[in-house]
């Protein structure tokens, strides 16, 4: 059974503090992605990642930074915490292989609260 | 890079079949379309993938005209369990410029006895 599993359900960080959120996938797959999720806005795409120490630039890549250092680890990492990073982040991972994109496998979720 | 419009509600009684319409004029030669269903307090769960004409696997189908400028998921004798958020998403591989993922806002459908 595939599993995408997230370091935490809920996170409260205060202004300025240094966030990392976890993302683990125990597939063997090759890509992995951070979105965060608002209301009224869907899903966007903030880092891809398509193999170890391998990154993109998704749609709102400002103020975030990932880290890739082992294949079944994606790490999103909030230099600086603003409240308006408050938000649902939902991490995914997916097969890369040609042709479209494959279905993404998505975690529960980090619903981050900036104080 | 693909933009989608999808209705922002649908509203539905059990058992009937739903059609969602997902705009998309901008998609690229290489874009395939994807749907995903969201229940609340979740991450989006994958639906359906096509390119063209019509996809269909046990629990929807996809039509996708010959223009591919929108595309319609049908969801057969829904049920309540079926309400969620549904999202359209247009895109391709990474290639040399970069990605191409563009998620649509979904659309949030309720049904009712």
């Known amino acids: 059974d595939v599993k995408v599993t997230q370091s935490s359900r809920y996170l409260v960080k205060r202004t300025g503090e240094k966030v990392f959120l976890e993302c683990v996938q125990d597939m063997d797959h090759e890509n992995m992605f951070w979105y965060r999720q608002d209301p009224g806005l869907g899903l966007r795409l903030i880092y891809f990642?398509?193999?170890?120490?391998?990154?993109e630039k998704g749609d709102i890549p400002e103020g975030y930074s990932v880290s890739r250092e082992k294949k079944e680890r994606f790490s999103l990492i909030l230099e600086s915490a603003s409240t308006n990073q408050t938000s649902m982040y939902l991490c995914?991972?997916?097969?890369?292989?040609?042709?479209?994109?494959?279905?993404?496998?998505f975690g529960p979720g980090t619903r981050l609260t900036v104080l | 890079l693909a933009k989608t419009t999808q209705p922002i509600s649908m509203d539905s009684y059990e058992g009937q079949e739903v059609n969602i319409t997902c705009s998309h004029n901008n998609i690229a030669t290489n874009d395939y379309i994807t749907w995903y269903q969201q229940f609340p307090s979740q991450g989006p769960r994958f639906i359906i993938q096509g390119y063209k004409t019509k996809v269909t696997n046990e629990v929807a189908s996809l039509f996708i005209p010959a223009d591919r400028k929108s595309s319609t998921l049908s969801l057969p004798r829904v049920s309540l369990s079926d309400t969620a958020v549904y999202y359209c998403?247009?895109?391709?591989?990474?290639?040399?410029?970069?990605?191409?993922?563009?998620f649509g806002k979904g659309t949030s459908l309720l049904v009712t006895p």
């Open positions: 995914a991972s997916s097969l890369r292989t040609s042709g479209s994109w494959n279905e993404q496998f």
């Open positions: 990642s398509y193999d170890v120490k391998m990154k």
């Open positions: 998403l247009v895109g391709d591989r990474p290639s040399n410029s970069g990605y191409a993922l563009n």
